[in-house]
Protein backbone atom coordinates (compact mmCIF):
# COMPACT_ATOMS: atom_id res chain seq x y z
CA UNK A 1 0.00 0.00 0.00
CA UNK A 2 1.17 3.71 -0.65
CA UNK A 3 0.12 6.33 1.20
CA UNK A 4 1.29 10.28 -0.51
CA UNK A 5 1.54 13.18 2.28
CA UNK A 6 3.50 16.51 1.85
CA UNK A 7 5.53 16.26 4.57
CA UNK A 8 6.61 13.18 6.73
CA UNK A 9 7.49 12.77 10.38
CA UNK A 10 9.35 9.65 11.47
CA UNK A 11 8.92 9.43 15.55
CA UNK A 12 6.17 10.75 17.61
CA UNK A 13 8.44 12.14 20.64
CA UNK A 14 8.45 15.75 21.01
CA UNK A 15 10.58 16.77 18.26
CA UNK A 16 8.43 15.07 15.76
CA UNK A 17 4.80 16.19 17.70
CA UNK A 18 5.82 19.95 17.52
CA UNK A 19 6.69 19.37 14.20
CA UNK A 20 2.91 18.08 13.41
CA UNK A 21 1.59 21.40 15.14
CA UNK A 22 3.71 23.53 12.70
CA UNK A 23 3.81 21.43 9.52
CA UNK A 24 -0.26 21.11 9.78
CA UNK A 25 -0.81 24.61 10.76
CA UNK A 26 1.25 25.67 7.94
CA UNK A 27 -1.19 23.74 5.63
CA UNK A 28 0.88 20.64 4.47
CA UNK A 29 -0.40 17.15 4.42
CA UNK A 30 1.11 15.64 7.61
CA UNK A 31 1.61 12.28 8.38
CA UNK A 32 2.93 11.38 11.97
CA UNK A 33 4.84 8.13 11.77
CA UNK A 34 5.35 6.15 14.66
CA UNK A 35 6.25 2.22 15.86
CA UNK A 36 5.13 2.69 19.36
CA UNK A 37 2.93 5.16 21.85
CA UNK A 38 3.72 8.41 20.59
CA UNK A 39 5.37 10.60 23.74
CA UNK A 40 8.97 9.22 22.93
CA UNK A 41 11.45 9.58 26.13
CA UNK A 42 8.97 11.75 27.65
CA UNK A 43 6.85 8.39 29.07
CA UNK A 44 10.25 6.93 30.26
CA UNK A 45 10.02 10.39 32.79
CA UNK A 46 8.89 10.39 35.61
CA UNK A 47 8.66 14.31 36.42
CA UNK A 48 9.33 17.07 34.02
CA UNK A 49 10.42 19.97 35.67
CA UNK A 50 12.37 22.16 32.91
CA UNK A 51 9.26 22.61 30.40
CA UNK A 52 8.76 26.81 30.26
CA UNK A 53 5.39 27.35 31.90
CA UNK A 54 4.88 24.45 33.89
CA UNK A 55 6.46 23.87 37.12
CA UNK A 56 6.39 20.01 37.07
CA UNK A 57 4.32 17.20 35.74
CA UNK A 58 4.77 13.86 35.06
CA UNK A 59 6.24 12.97 31.91
CA UNK A 60 3.41 10.95 30.54
CA UNK A 61 0.68 13.84 31.01
CA UNK A 62 2.80 16.15 28.76
CA UNK A 63 3.76 13.28 26.59
CA UNK A 64 0.03 13.00 26.40
CA UNK A 65 -1.09 16.86 25.99
CA UNK A 66 1.42 17.19 23.16
CA UNK A 67 -0.28 14.27 21.13
CA UNK A 68 -3.68 15.79 21.55
CA UNK A 69 -2.06 19.01 20.22
CA UNK A 70 -0.34 17.42 17.73
CA UNK A 71 -3.19 16.35 15.59
CA UNK A 72 -5.25 18.88 16.51
CA UNK A 73 -4.74 20.69 13.26
CA UNK A 74 -4.83 17.73 10.89
CA UNK A 75 -1.76 15.94 11.08
CA UNK A 76 -2.34 11.83 10.59
CA UNK A 77 -0.96 9.35 12.88
CA UNK A 78 -0.10 6.95 11.49
CA UNK A 79 1.75 3.16 12.72
CA UNK A 80 4.93 3.40 10.79
CA UNK A 81 8.16 0.91 11.74
CA UNK A 82 10.94 2.39 9.34
CA UNK A 83 12.97 0.27 7.44
CA UNK A 84 14.31 2.54 4.71
CA UNK A 85 14.14 5.89 3.46
CA UNK A 86 14.77 6.20 -0.22
CA UNK A 87 15.79 9.49 -1.87
CA UNK A 88 13.94 11.09 -4.88
CA UNK A 89 11.78 13.63 -6.04
CA UNK A 90 9.45 11.90 -4.27
CA UNK A 91 11.13 10.64 -0.93
CA UNK A 92 10.05 6.85 0.06
CA UNK A 93 9.45 5.81 3.54
CA UNK A 94 9.35 2.31 3.58
CA UNK A 95 7.97 0.52 6.65
CA UNK A 96 8.28 -3.09 7.76
CA UNK A 97 4.60 -4.09 7.00
CA UNK A 98 5.52 -3.26 3.11
CA UNK A 99 3.17 0.29 3.47
CA UNK A 100 5.38 2.75 1.87
CA UNK A 101 4.94 6.66 2.49
CA UNK A 102 5.84 9.18 -0.10
CA UNK A 103 6.43 12.93 0.14
CA UNK A 104 8.89 15.20 -1.40
CA UNK A 105 9.85 16.20 2.25
CA UNK A 106 10.90 13.79 5.34
CA UNK A 107 12.03 14.70 8.92
CA UNK A 108 13.92 12.03 10.91
CA UNK A 109 12.42 12.64 14.64
CA UNK A 110 13.29 9.12 16.08
CA UNK A 111 15.29 9.88 18.84
CA UNK A 112 17.81 7.46 20.90
CA UNK A 113 17.42 3.66 22.27
CA UNK A 114 18.61 3.13 25.76
CA UNK A 115 22.23 1.24 25.90
CA UNK A 116 22.64 -2.35 27.88
CA UNK A 117 25.30 -3.06 30.06
CA UNK A 118 26.75 -5.91 28.18
CA UNK A 119 27.43 -8.14 30.70
CA UNK A 120 27.02 -11.39 32.06
CA UNK A 121 23.32 -12.25 33.15
CA UNK A 122 21.99 -9.18 31.65
CA UNK A 123 20.02 -10.34 28.56
CA UNK A 124 18.27 -13.03 30.26
CA UNK A 125 16.91 -10.73 33.20
CA UNK A 126 15.29 -8.23 31.35
CA UNK A 127 11.67 -7.83 32.29
CA UNK A 128 12.92 -10.34 35.28
CA UNK A 129 14.30 -7.73 37.59
CA UNK A 130 16.37 -5.54 35.26
CA UNK A 131 14.49 -2.67 33.84
CA UNK A 132 15.67 0.89 31.76
CA UNK A 133 12.36 2.47 32.65
CA UNK A 134 11.97 2.96 36.29
CA UNK A 135 8.53 4.83 35.70
CA UNK A 136 7.43 1.74 34.09
CA UNK A 137 8.54 -0.76 36.90
CA UNK A 138 9.70 0.95 39.29
CA UNK A 139 6.57 0.02 41.54
CA UNK A 140 7.88 -3.45 41.06
CA UNK A 141 10.76 -2.52 43.59
CA UNK A 142 7.96 -1.69 46.75
CA UNK A 143 9.92 -2.25 49.69
CA UNK A 144 13.29 -3.93 48.04
CA UNK A 145 16.81 -2.93 47.34
CA UNK A 146 17.37 -1.34 43.81
CA UNK A 147 20.51 -0.84 41.72
CA UNK A 148 20.84 2.03 39.50
CA UNK A 149 23.83 1.87 36.58
CA UNK A 150 25.27 5.54 35.71
CA UNK A 151 25.93 9.25 36.94
CA UNK A 152 24.24 10.71 34.02
CA UNK A 153 20.79 13.45 34.53
CA UNK A 154 18.62 10.23 34.01
CA UNK A 155 20.16 8.03 36.26
CA UNK A 156 20.31 10.53 39.38
CA UNK A 157 16.30 11.74 38.54
CA UNK A 158 15.15 7.92 38.38
CA UNK A 159 17.04 6.80 41.61
CA UNK A 160 15.07 9.78 43.46
CA UNK A 161 11.84 8.73 41.57
CA UNK A 162 12.82 5.07 42.82
CA UNK A 163 12.84 5.97 46.53
CA UNK A 164 9.46 6.31 46.44
CA UNK A 165 9.44 2.15 46.57
CA UNK A 166 12.72 0.81 47.11
CA UNK A 167 13.92 0.87 50.64
CA UNK A 168 17.57 1.44 49.55
CA UNK A 169 19.18 2.69 46.06
CA UNK A 170 22.49 2.56 45.36
CA UNK A 171 24.02 4.60 42.33
CA UNK A 172 26.58 2.57 40.62
CA UNK A 173 29.02 4.96 38.99
CA UNK A 174 32.23 3.72 36.87
CA UNK A 175 33.66 7.45 37.60
CA UNK A 176 33.52 9.93 40.14
CA UNK A 177 32.19 12.57 38.05
CA UNK A 178 28.70 13.11 37.41
CA UNK A 179 27.42 14.30 33.80
CA UNK A 180 23.89 15.36 35.40
CA UNK A 181 22.72 19.04 36.19
CA UNK A 182 23.71 20.09 40.29
CA UNK A 183 20.62 20.79 41.16
CA UNK A 184 19.89 16.75 40.16
CA UNK A 185 22.66 15.91 42.18
CA UNK A 186 21.86 17.67 45.46
CA UNK A 187 18.61 16.22 44.67
CA UNK A 188 20.14 12.33 45.23
CA UNK A 189 23.01 12.96 47.34
CA UNK A 190 20.23 14.65 50.19
CA UNK A 191 18.16 11.10 49.87
CA UNK A 192 18.69 9.45 52.88
CA UNK A 193 17.48 6.03 51.09
CA UNK A 194 20.44 6.63 48.31
CA UNK A 195 23.35 5.30 48.59
CA UNK A 196 26.26 6.44 45.63
CA UNK A 197 28.97 4.09 44.94
CA UNK A 198 31.84 5.48 42.63
CA UNK A 199 34.62 3.75 40.69
CA UNK A 200 32.42 0.72 40.49
CA UNK A 201 32.09 -0.94 37.29
CA UNK A 202 29.22 -3.34 36.88
CA UNK A 203 30.52 -7.09 36.16
CA UNK A 204 27.46 -9.46 36.70
CA UNK A 205 23.97 -9.72 37.79
CA UNK A 206 23.15 -12.68 39.71
CA UNK A 207 20.61 -15.19 39.48
CA UNK A 208 17.69 -16.37 41.90
CA UNK A 209 15.25 -18.95 40.85
CA UNK A 210 14.83 -17.13 37.59
CA UNK A 211 15.00 -13.37 38.52
CA UNK A 212 17.46 -11.10 39.28
CA UNK A 213 19.29 -11.83 43.12
CA UNK A 214 22.22 -9.21 43.44
CA UNK A 215 24.48 -7.38 41.34
CA UNK A 216 28.80 -7.90 41.19
CA UNK A 217 30.70 -4.73 40.72
CA UNK A 218 34.19 -3.78 40.97
CA UNK A 219 36.19 -1.36 41.82
CA UNK A 220 37.62 0.45 38.79
CA UNK A 221 41.21 0.67 40.42
CA UNK A 222 41.60 -2.17 43.05
CA UNK A 223 39.20 -4.67 41.36
CA UNK A 224 37.98 -5.28 44.76
CA UNK A 225 34.20 -6.98 44.33
CA UNK A 226 31.37 -6.64 46.10
CA UNK A 227 27.79 -7.99 46.42
CA UNK A 228 24.85 -5.72 46.10
CA UNK A 229 21.86 -7.46 47.60
CA UNK A 230 19.51 -6.11 45.15
CA UNK A 231 16.09 -7.86 43.40
CA UNK A 232 16.20 -4.48 40.94
CA UNK A 233 18.62 -3.07 38.12
CA UNK A 234 18.01 0.29 36.38
CA UNK A 235 20.69 0.91 33.49
CA UNK A 236 20.78 4.78 32.45
CA UNK A 237 24.05 4.26 30.92
CA UNK A 238 22.86 6.66 27.70
CA UNK A 239 21.86 5.90 24.89
CA UNK A 240 22.46 5.55 20.61
CA UNK A 241 20.85 7.08 18.01
CA UNK A 242 17.94 5.20 16.50
CA UNK A 243 19.12 5.89 12.38
CA UNK A 244 19.61 2.22 11.11
CA UNK A 245 17.13 2.79 8.45
CA UNK A 246 19.62 5.76 7.21
CA UNK A 247 22.72 3.92 6.51
CA UNK A 248 22.40 4.22 3.28
CA UNK A 249 22.48 8.29 3.17
CA UNK A 250 25.28 10.60 3.87
CA UNK A 251 23.65 12.09 6.63
CA UNK A 252 25.21 10.46 9.94
CA UNK A 253 28.64 11.02 12.08
CA UNK A 254 30.36 8.15 13.17
CA UNK A 255 28.11 7.42 15.97
CA UNK A 256 25.23 6.90 13.73
CA UNK A 257 24.00 10.98 15.02
CA UNK A 258 22.11 12.85 12.37
CA UNK A 259 24.52 15.65 10.81
CA UNK A 260 21.96 18.50 10.04
CA UNK A 261 22.48 22.06 9.72
CA UNK A 262 20.77 25.25 11.28
CA UNK A 263 17.50 24.96 9.17
CA UNK A 264 18.00 20.99 10.63
CA UNK A 265 18.06 20.00 7.04
CA UNK A 266 20.93 17.67 6.17
CA UNK A 267 22.81 17.14 3.05
CA UNK A 268 20.44 15.39 1.14
CA UNK A 269 17.80 17.96 0.00
CA UNK A 270 14.44 17.90 2.04
CA UNK A 271 15.26 15.80 4.41
CA UNK A 272 15.47 16.80 7.64
CA UNK A 273 16.48 15.67 11.33
CA UNK A 274 15.28 17.31 14.72
CA UNK A 275 15.81 16.17 18.34
CA UNK A 276 17.76 13.56 20.16
CA UNK A 277 18.61 11.78 16.94
CA UNK A 278 21.10 14.45 15.60
CA UNK A 279 24.54 15.49 16.41
CA UNK A 280 23.51 18.49 19.10
CA UNK A 281 24.77 19.67 22.66
CA UNK A 282 22.11 20.15 24.63
CA UNK A 283 19.37 17.30 24.57
CA UNK A 284 16.23 18.39 26.19
CA UNK A 285 12.40 18.42 25.54
CA UNK A 286 12.77 21.94 24.67
CA UNK A 287 15.87 21.69 22.48
CA UNK A 288 14.06 18.97 20.38
CA UNK A 289 10.86 20.90 20.51
CA UNK A 290 12.68 23.85 18.82
CA UNK A 291 14.50 21.38 16.51
CA UNK A 292 10.95 20.25 15.35
CA UNK A 293 9.29 23.88 14.93
CA UNK A 294 12.51 25.01 12.60
CA UNK A 295 12.52 21.83 10.74
CA UNK A 296 8.55 22.37 9.84
CA UNK A 297 8.72 25.69 8.88
CA UNK A 298 11.95 25.25 6.98
CA UNK A 299 10.50 22.31 4.92
CA UNK A 300 7.34 24.62 4.27
CA UNK A 301 9.67 27.26 2.90
CA UNK A 302 11.51 25.25 0.71
CA UNK A 303 8.48 23.17 -0.81
CA UNK A 304 6.84 26.47 -1.10
CA UNK A 305 10.12 27.90 -2.94
CA UNK A 306 10.37 24.44 -5.43
CA UNK A 307 6.26 24.93 -5.81
CA UNK A 308 5.91 21.57 -4.62
CA UNK A 309 2.82 23.06 -2.46
P1 LIG B 1 24.54 10.44 29.93
O1 LIG B 1 24.40 11.86 30.34
O2 LIG B 1 25.31 10.12 28.70
O3 LIG B 1 25.18 9.64 31.17
C1 LIG B 1 25.50 8.29 31.04
C2 LIG B 1 26.12 7.80 32.34
O4 LIG B 1 26.32 6.39 32.24
C3 LIG B 1 27.47 8.42 32.64
O5 LIG B 1 27.62 8.54 34.03
C4 LIG B 1 28.43 7.36 32.08
O6 LIG B 1 29.68 7.34 32.70
C5 LIG B 1 27.70 6.09 32.43
N1 LIG B 1 28.07 4.96 31.57
C6 LIG B 1 28.14 4.94 30.21
N2 LIG B 1 28.46 3.69 29.78
C7 LIG B 1 28.59 2.93 30.89
C8 LIG B 1 28.90 1.56 31.11
N3 LIG B 1 29.14 0.73 30.08
N4 LIG B 1 28.96 1.09 32.37
C9 LIG B 1 28.72 1.92 33.42
N5 LIG B 1 28.40 3.23 33.28
C10 LIG B 1 28.34 3.72 32.03
O7 LIG B 1 23.11 9.72 29.70
P2 LIG B 1 21.64 10.10 30.26
O8 LIG B 1 21.65 10.37 31.70
O9 LIG B 1 20.77 9.00 29.72
O10 LIG B 1 21.27 11.43 29.50
C11 LIG B 1 21.23 11.46 28.05
C12 LIG B 1 20.95 12.91 27.62
O11 LIG B 1 19.63 13.29 28.01
C13 LIG B 1 21.91 13.90 28.29
O12 LIG B 1 22.18 14.90 27.35
C14 LIG B 1 21.10 14.43 29.45
O13 LIG B 1 21.47 15.72 29.88
C15 LIG B 1 19.68 14.44 28.86
N6 LIG B 1 18.70 14.30 29.95
C16 LIG B 1 18.27 15.45 30.54
C17 LIG B 1 17.38 15.39 31.59
C18 LIG B 1 16.95 16.67 32.23
O14 LIG B 1 17.34 17.72 31.80
N7 LIG B 1 16.17 16.65 33.28
C19 LIG B 1 16.91 14.17 32.05
C20 LIG B 1 17.38 13.00 31.44
C21 LIG B 1 18.29 13.08 30.40
P3 LIG B 1 30.91 8.26 32.16
O15 LIG B 1 30.59 9.63 32.63
O16 LIG B 1 32.08 7.63 32.82
O17 LIG B 1 30.92 8.12 30.67
Known sequence: MTKDYDFIIIGAGPAGMTAAVYASRAGMR?????????????????????WPGIKEEPGSQLAMDMFEHSTSFGAVYEYGNVTEIRDGERKQVICQDGTVFTAPAVL????????????????????????????CDGAFSRNQDVAVIGGGNSALEESVYLTQFASKVYIVMRRDVFRAEQAVIEAA???????????????QVMDKEGKVGGLEIAHAQSGEKKLLPVTGIFPYIGA????????????????GYMLVNSEME???????????????GLRQVVTAA???????QSAFQKLRSLALL
Request: hydrophobic fraction near 35%; charged fraction near 25%.
Open 266 to 280: TVVSLLYGAGDVCQK
Open 189 to 203: RSNPKIEILQNYRPV
Open 290 to 296: SDGAIAA
Open 30 to 50: TALLEAGAPGGKLLKTNKISN
Open 108 to 135: VATGTKERLLGIPGEEEHIGRGISYCAV
Open 240 to 255: DPVTGFLKELPVLDKQ
